[in-house]
């Protein structure tokens, strides 16, 4: 089963503009079968393959010279001398564009290798797990969405077990690509660690206290999440900051990028389990910002989104700026939630007249339409796209 991707028609045009492209993103995000796809024409060559790796390594010039036409390169984080090499073929064949159509499931070092070898040269793009909007377009059975999360295998292969899908890509993830950055002698602690942080979705990160339950320093607390962030595993949300409030918290914000994974690491096997924990206004909000970043990463508006939180209290669990219109939204598991109008109108009030401001609460209304109450839009993100 082919499940249609969002990101789709903006791949396909960016690589009609530039020589090369990079799509990364957390393993099993359907980085290569996307490619192959919607490049059906092009070569493909993954690095996993150690030989694969050894050749570019070894001759390297060689090896770029061997191609054609366009090539896939799967997971060119393995061999991130290539890089200067691919900048000096660039180089000389500015103008042949979408020939060099690369993958990377590991950012730590391959970043570094783009932006010193590659820059203006590419453009890097980032695909997710399914959205529920995807799931909703491709008219997969959109309930089980909170539950089951959006990597496209356990939405095309219904017979998989999911918690055995989960269970393997931790262990993999653990097994394979962190001993490849760091030096954890402790995989247990590691373990610890993720599963910590899941505990404290939705919440300011406190490295220190995470750390601590981890039984590791916070300098390699702090390490281990930027790890976290670089295999797409994990992600933070910065604060929101107005002249007209004082006193802000300067803490981020952490979220889970994918729902499914978030629920096993909560040991969370079931929708009664999901509903009756005492983390579901937690999930329901990883849930409202992986939709939120998601439709703002594929319009370029990813870094215009932030959270609001003032050492009394006051705040607000997402800040969407666009120039000087605001959109402060609410997550909140309930239908029509009163206390979240009440709330957003505080800041509303806080946050002066020079800027327009809107106010949404994403809740489970029944609607299929969103609901417009007292200057408040209500709506369900399961069931309304977030096209803004």
Not at 62 to 70: D, L, Y
Not at 201 to 224: M, P, R
Not at 322 to 330: A, P, S, Y
Not at 343 to 352: A, D, P, Q, R, Y
Request: with cysteine; aromatic share 12%; proline share 3%.
């Amino acid at each position: 089963m082919w499940i249609k991707r969002d990101i789709s028609p903006v791949i396909v045009e960016l690589a009609s503009k530039k020589p090369a492209i990079l799509i990364t993103g957390a393993r099993q995000t359907g980085k290569t079968s996307l490619l192959q796809h919607l490049f059906p024409n092009a070569q493909y060559v993954s690095f996993d393959w150690p030989a694969h790796a050894d050749a570019a390594i070894s001759n390297p010039s060689e090896f770029i010279s061997s191609f054609e036409g366009p090539v896939i390169l799967d997971e060119i984080q393995y061999v991130p001398s290539l890089f200067r090499y691919l900048k000096i073929w660039i180089d000389k064949n500015r103008h042949d564009y979408g020939k060099w159509i690369l993958t990377g499931s590991q950012k730590f070092h391959l970043m570094k290798g783009v932006s010193e070898s590659l820059a203006g040269r590419i453009s890097v793009l980032e695909l997710d797990t399914l959205s529920a909007n995807e799931v909703r377009e491709n008219n997969l059975e959109l309930n089980d969405y909170l539950m089951k999360g959006g990597f496209p295998e356990l939405w095309a292969q219904e017979s998989i077990n999911s918690q055995q899908f989960f269970q393997d890509y931790i262990i993999t993830y653990l097994e394979r690509d962190l001993k490849q950055i760091l030096e954890v002698n402790n995989l247990r602690a590691f373990d610890r660690f993720i599963r910590s942080m899941s505990l404290r979705v939705g919440q300011l990160c406190n490295f220190s206290q995470v750390s601590q339950e981890a039984g590791v320093t916070s300098a390699t607390g702090k390490k281990w999440l930027d790890v976290l962030q670089a295999s797409n595993i994990f992600t933070t949300l910065e604060p929101y900051f107005n002249n007209q409030l004082k006193r802000l918290i300067k803490s981020p914000k952490v979220y889970l990028k994918d729902q499914g994974l978030l629920n096993f690491l909560l040991n969370i096997h079931s929708d009664e389990d999901m509903r009756n924990s005492h983390y579901y206004g937690a999930l329901f909000e990883n849930f409202v910002y992986n939709e939120l970043s998601r439709h703002l990463n594929l319009n370029n508006f990813k870094r215009s989104l932030f959270f609001l939180r003032d050492k009394n209290g006051l705040e607000v669990d997402f800040v969407l700026e666009r120039g000087n219109k605001i959109k402060l939204i609410e997550a909140k598991t309930a239908e029509y939630p009163k206390e979240a109008l009440i709330n957003l109108n505080k800041i509303k009030e806080k946050l002066g007249k020079r800027q327009e401001v809107e106010l949404f609460v994403a809740c489970q209304i029944q609607s299929e339409t969103p609901q417009v109450i007292q200057e408040c839009t209500f709506y369900n993100p399961l069931k309304h796209s977030m096209n803004w």
